[in-house]
């Protein structure tokens, strides 16, 4: 069964950091994602996109990503991360990893809880 699984949320201080890590498995492989993100969803709110990054390593963030995330991919390693730092309690979050398949379509994880709080 092809699954992202999503890792490495937590709770943490504000100003604190957490490295979030999605790893494609069930015979799928991430360099058949045309692009990668990461999302995430707030209690009462809709799913947002934070970070996006594409088979040849273009990125884009959200504004308030911008400056604090760094997401990268490891093809090689059939993995995505989502480096976070400076994360104040306004990330606080279900964060998810999502893959474009160049046929099937998207892919999503089953989400990863952060909590920023003191």
């Known amino acids: 069964q092809v699954q992202l699984v999503e890792s490495g949320g937590g709770l943490v201080q504000p100003a604190g950091s957490l490295r979030l890590s999605c790893a494609a498995s069930g015979g799928i492989h991430t360099f058949t994602f045309s692009a990668m993100s990461w999302y995430r969803q707030a209690a009462g709110k809709q799913r947002e996109l934070v970070a996006r990054?594409?088979?040849?390593?273009?990125?884009t963030y959200s504004a308030s990503a911008k400056g604090r995330f760094t997401i990268s991919r490891d093809d090689a390693e059939n993995t995505l991360s989502l480096q976070m730092d400076s994360l104040k309690p306004e990330d606080t979050a279900v964060y998810y990893c999502?893959?474009?398949?160049?046929?099937?379509?998207?892919?999503w994880g089953q989400g990863t809880q952060v909590t920023v709080s003191s």
């Open positions: 990054i594409t088979r040849a390593g273009s990125t």
């Open positions: 999502n893959g474009e398949h160049q046929i099937d379509g998207a892919y």
